[in-house]
Protein backbone atom coordinates (compact mmCIF):
# COMPACT_ATOMS: atom_id res chain seq x y z
CA UNK A 1 0.00 0.00 0.00
CA UNK A 2 1.72 3.01 -1.50
CA UNK A 3 1.40 5.86 1.59
CA UNK A 4 1.85 9.64 2.04
CA UNK A 5 2.07 10.82 5.78
CA UNK A 6 2.04 14.31 7.29
CA UNK A 7 1.59 15.38 10.59
CA UNK A 8 -2.38 16.57 10.92
CA UNK A 9 -0.99 19.49 13.57
CA UNK A 10 -1.98 22.16 14.08
CA UNK A 11 1.18 23.66 13.63
CA UNK A 12 1.08 27.27 15.42
CA UNK A 13 3.77 30.14 14.38
CA UNK A 14 3.98 33.54 15.37
CA UNK A 15 3.51 36.31 12.20
CA UNK A 16 6.73 36.29 10.69
CA UNK A 17 8.51 33.08 11.40
CA UNK A 18 9.34 30.41 9.19
CA UNK A 19 6.71 27.43 9.10
CA UNK A 20 8.17 24.04 8.42
CA UNK A 21 5.93 21.34 7.03
CA UNK A 22 7.22 17.52 6.09
CA UNK A 23 5.59 14.38 4.58
CA UNK A 24 7.09 10.87 4.17
CA UNK A 25 5.99 8.83 1.34
CA UNK A 26 6.72 5.15 1.22
CA UNK A 27 7.00 3.93 -2.59
CA UNK A 28 10.86 4.38 -2.79
CA UNK A 29 10.06 4.84 -7.55
CA UNK A 30 7.87 8.55 -6.58
CA UNK A 31 8.56 10.71 -9.29
CA UNK A 32 6.91 13.94 -8.33
CA UNK A 33 5.75 15.96 -5.13
CA UNK A 34 3.46 18.76 -4.71
CA UNK A 35 2.49 20.51 -1.96
CA UNK A 36 -1.34 22.35 -2.24
CA UNK A 37 -2.64 25.01 0.04
CA UNK A 38 -6.63 24.70 1.21
CA UNK A 39 -8.53 27.20 2.40
CA UNK A 40 -11.39 26.02 4.98
CA UNK A 41 -14.42 25.15 2.89
CA UNK A 42 -12.39 25.50 -0.62
CA UNK A 43 -10.63 23.63 -3.25
CA UNK A 44 -7.04 22.73 -2.95
CA UNK A 45 -4.52 25.03 -5.34
CA UNK A 46 -1.04 24.32 -5.86
CA UNK A 47 1.57 26.04 -4.57
CA UNK A 48 4.65 24.31 -4.96
CA UNK A 49 5.59 21.02 -7.26
CA UNK A 50 9.32 19.15 -7.46
CA UNK A 51 10.94 16.45 -8.81
CA UNK A 52 14.46 16.61 -8.48
CA UNK A 53 16.92 16.06 -5.09
CA UNK A 54 17.29 19.16 -3.32
CA UNK A 55 15.83 22.49 -2.66
CA UNK A 56 13.13 24.37 -5.46
CA UNK A 57 12.70 27.81 -3.67
CA UNK A 58 9.25 30.59 -4.89
CA UNK A 59 9.25 33.69 -3.77
CA UNK A 60 8.34 32.69 -0.10
CA UNK A 61 7.98 29.11 -0.58
CA UNK A 62 10.77 26.34 -0.97
CA UNK A 63 10.46 22.95 -1.53
CA UNK A 64 13.08 20.62 -0.38
CA UNK A 65 13.37 16.58 -1.58
CA UNK A 66 15.46 14.33 -0.11
CA UNK A 67 14.71 11.03 -2.16
CA UNK A 68 17.03 8.59 -0.07
CA UNK A 69 15.34 9.35 3.04
CA UNK A 70 11.81 9.41 1.33
CA UNK A 71 11.02 12.82 2.49
CA UNK A 72 9.55 16.72 1.27
CA UNK A 73 9.31 19.72 3.06
CA UNK A 74 8.15 23.02 2.20
CA UNK A 75 9.18 26.00 4.11
CA UNK A 76 7.24 29.19 4.48
CA UNK A 77 9.50 32.42 4.99
CA UNK A 78 8.08 35.20 6.85
CA UNK A 79 4.77 33.66 7.87
CA UNK A 80 1.35 35.94 7.46
CA UNK A 81 -1.66 35.39 8.98
CA UNK A 82 -3.13 34.95 5.31
CA UNK A 83 -1.03 31.52 5.56
CA UNK A 84 -3.03 29.65 7.78
CA UNK A 85 -4.62 26.78 5.35
CA UNK A 86 -4.67 23.01 5.81
CA UNK A 87 -1.15 21.78 3.72
CA UNK A 88 -1.57 19.07 1.62
CA UNK A 89 1.07 16.86 0.35
CA UNK A 90 0.71 14.26 -2.97
CA UNK A 91 2.85 12.06 -4.53
CA UNK A 92 2.70 10.65 -8.06
CA UNK A 93 4.23 7.20 -7.80
CA UNK A 94 6.27 4.65 -10.36
CA UNK A 95 4.49 3.97 -13.14
CA UNK A 96 2.41 5.09 -16.08
CA UNK A 97 -0.91 5.87 -13.99
CA UNK A 98 -1.10 10.27 -13.08
CA UNK A 99 -2.97 9.03 -10.22
CA UNK A 100 -1.45 10.96 -7.10
CA UNK A 101 -1.10 9.59 -3.79
CA UNK A 102 -2.14 12.19 -0.97
CA UNK A 103 -1.58 12.98 2.54
CA UNK A 104 -4.07 13.76 5.24
CA UNK A 105 -2.64 17.40 5.37
CA UNK A 106 -0.74 19.31 7.88
CA UNK A 107 -3.04 22.59 9.40
CA UNK A 108 -0.99 25.62 9.56
CA UNK A 109 -2.33 28.46 11.93
CA UNK A 110 -0.04 31.61 11.47
CA UNK A 111 -0.62 33.45 14.43
CA UNK A 112 -0.72 37.98 14.11
CA UNK B 1 -9.76 32.00 -18.62
CA UNK B 2 -9.18 28.18 -18.44
CA UNK B 3 -10.19 26.13 -15.45
CA UNK B 4 -12.70 23.70 -13.96
CA UNK B 5 -16.38 24.19 -13.47
CA UNK B 6 -18.14 22.51 -10.98
CA UNK B 7 -21.74 23.09 -10.45
CA UNK B 8 -24.12 23.31 -8.88
CA UNK B 9 -21.78 24.82 -5.39
CA UNK B 10 -24.21 23.07 -3.18
CA UNK B 11 -26.76 20.53 -3.53
CA UNK B 12 -29.24 18.78 -1.24
CA UNK B 13 -30.94 15.24 -1.74
CA UNK B 14 -33.31 13.55 -0.33
CA UNK B 15 -33.48 9.82 0.81
CA UNK B 16 -33.72 7.66 -2.34
CA UNK B 17 -33.14 10.20 -4.98
CA UNK B 18 -30.23 9.87 -7.58
CA UNK B 19 -27.58 13.49 -7.62
CA UNK B 20 -25.65 14.42 -10.78
CA UNK B 21 -22.89 16.59 -10.33
CA UNK B 22 -21.36 18.28 -12.92
CA UNK B 23 -17.79 19.36 -13.90
CA UNK B 24 -16.55 20.55 -16.95
CA UNK B 25 -13.26 21.96 -18.07
CA UNK B 26 -11.63 23.67 -20.75
CA UNK B 27 -7.85 23.42 -20.33
CA UNK B 28 -7.47 20.24 -22.98
CA UNK B 29 -6.38 17.99 -19.81
CA UNK B 30 -6.73 14.53 -21.06
CA UNK B 31 -7.44 12.94 -17.38
CA UNK B 32 -9.78 13.70 -15.38
CA UNK B 33 -10.46 12.96 -11.18
CA UNK B 34 -13.41 12.66 -8.76
CA UNK B 35 -13.00 12.90 -4.97
CA UNK B 36 -15.04 13.13 -2.10
CA UNK B 37 -13.49 15.02 1.09
CA UNK B 38 -15.59 14.64 4.16
CA UNK B 39 -14.51 16.78 7.50
CA UNK B 40 -11.09 16.73 8.82
CA UNK B 41 -10.52 14.20 6.30
CA UNK B 42 -7.97 13.89 3.27
CA UNK B 43 -8.94 13.40 -0.71
CA UNK B 44 -10.52 9.76 -1.26
CA UNK B 45 -10.30 8.66 -5.06
CA UNK B 46 -14.05 8.14 -6.63
CA UNK B 47 -13.53 7.68 -9.80
CA UNK B 48 -11.15 8.71 -13.08
CA UNK B 49 -10.31 8.58 -16.43
CA UNK B 50 -7.69 9.41 -18.51
CA UNK B 51 -9.35 9.31 -21.61
CA UNK B 52 -12.38 10.02 -23.64
CA UNK B 53 -14.93 7.06 -23.01
CA UNK B 54 -12.54 4.93 -20.91
CA UNK B 55 -12.64 5.46 -16.40
CA UNK B 56 -11.45 3.26 -13.71
CA UNK B 57 -12.61 2.87 -10.01
CA UNK B 58 -11.06 4.75 -7.46
CA UNK B 59 -10.98 3.79 -3.92
CA UNK B 60 -14.45 4.33 -2.66
CA UNK B 61 -16.61 3.87 -5.68
CA UNK B 62 -19.49 1.89 -4.63
CA UNK B 63 -22.30 4.24 -5.11
CA UNK B 64 -21.35 6.26 -7.32
CA UNK B 65 -21.01 6.17 -11.58
CA UNK B 66 -19.40 8.53 -13.83
CA UNK B 67 -19.38 8.89 -17.95
CA UNK B 68 -16.27 10.57 -20.07
CA UNK B 69 -18.48 10.70 -23.58
CA UNK B 70 -16.32 14.13 -23.94
CA UNK B 71 -12.55 15.28 -23.30
CA UNK B 72 -14.35 18.32 -21.67
CA UNK B 73 -17.48 16.71 -19.35
CA UNK B 74 -16.59 14.35 -16.58
CA UNK B 75 -20.48 14.74 -14.58
CA UNK B 76 -20.83 12.07 -11.46
CA UNK B 77 -23.74 10.45 -10.37
CA UNK B 78 -24.29 9.75 -6.65
CA UNK B 79 -26.61 7.25 -6.84
CA UNK B 80 -29.20 6.06 -3.73
CA UNK B 81 -26.68 2.87 -3.16
CA UNK B 82 -24.27 5.15 -1.10
CA UNK B 83 -25.67 5.57 1.75
CA UNK B 84 -23.50 8.76 3.27
CA UNK B 85 -23.28 11.09 0.25
CA UNK B 86 -22.77 14.39 2.85
CA UNK B 87 -19.27 15.84 1.75
CA UNK B 88 -17.43 17.79 -0.37
CA UNK B 89 -16.71 16.85 -4.22
CA UNK B 90 -13.83 17.87 -5.88
CA UNK B 91 -13.43 17.54 -9.54
CA UNK B 92 -9.72 17.69 -10.94
CA UNK B 93 -7.84 17.39 -14.49
CA UNK B 94 -4.05 17.19 -15.24
CA UNK B 95 -2.80 16.79 -18.39
CA UNK B 96 -1.25 14.37 -20.40
CA UNK B 97 2.59 15.16 -20.78
CA UNK B 98 5.72 15.33 -18.44
CA UNK B 99 6.04 14.23 -15.24
CA UNK B 100 5.87 17.56 -13.29
CA UNK B 101 2.70 18.76 -13.47
CA UNK B 102 0.02 18.57 -10.97
CA UNK B 103 -3.91 18.99 -10.85
CA UNK B 104 -6.23 21.89 -11.00
CA UNK B 105 -9.12 21.56 -8.92
CA UNK B 106 -12.77 22.71 -9.67
CA UNK B 107 -14.54 24.80 -6.81
CA UNK B 108 -16.20 21.96 -5.64
CA UNK B 109 -19.57 20.99 -5.12
CA UNK B 110 -21.23 21.13 -1.39
CA UNK B 111 -23.57 17.93 -1.23
CA UNK B 112 -25.85 17.14 2.29
CA UNK B 113 -28.65 14.68 2.99
CA UNK B 114 -32.09 16.01 3.79
Known amino acids: QKEVEQNSGPLSVPEGAIASLNCTYS??????FFWYRQYSGKSPELIMFIYSNGDKEDGRFTAQLNKASQYVSLLIRDSQPSDSATYLC????????????WGLGTSLAVNP | DGGITQSPKYLFRKEGQNVTLSCEQNLNHDAMYWYRQDPGQGLRLIYY???????QKGDIAEGYSVSREKKESFPLTVTSAQKNPTAFYLC?????????????FGSGTRLTVV
Open chain 2, 92 to 104: ASNVDRGEVYGYT
Open chain 1, 90 to 101: AVKPYGNNRKLI
Open chain 1, 27 to 32: DRGSQS
Open chain 2, 49 to 55: SQIVNDF
